[in-house]
Nanobody
Framework: QVQLVESGGGLVQAGGSLRLSCAAS????????MGWYRQAPGKQRELVAA???????NYSDSVKGRFTISRDYAKNTVYLQMNSLKSEDTAVYYC?????????WGQGTLVTVSS
């Protein structure tokens, strides 16, 4: 069993940057994909960015070029660097781990972007 804990959310002005962190309680296997999702009020949870074995990454079109997902295997931590933030990025951001027989979610961290 693994637990995920997000941190780094907060209030930031439009155009600013934040880096979210997702710390796993134990090492995750290489076939476990890590991702960041977000959910804004009145909307469904959506994929923001994901990374899998081999460094493969996927991004939502809405964040491509602004957000970067990265993974520090030694620290069992996944990051989401968010630059050029927009008001529409305001949401609760969730870390996710997914693999064979595994799907774990973090508790979420709130990102609020003021215009």
């Amino acid at each position: 069993q693994v637990q995920l804990v997000e941190s780094g959310g907060g209030l930031v002005q439009a155009g600013g940057s934040l880096r979210l962190s997702c710390a796993a309680s134990r090492r995750l296997l290489g076939n476990v994909a890590m991702g960041w999702y977000r959910q804004a009020p009145g909307k469904q949870r959506e994929l923001v960015a994901a990374t899998a074995s081999g460094g493969i990454t996927n991004y939502s079109d809405s964040v491509k070029g602004r957000f970067t997902i990265s993974r520090d295997y030694a620290k069992n931590t996944v990051y989401l660097q968010m630059n050029s933030l927009k008001s529409e990025d305001t949401a609760v951001y969730y870390c996710n781990a997914r693999g064979p027989g595994l799907e774990v979610w973090g508790q979420g961290t709130l990102v609020t972007v003021s215009s």
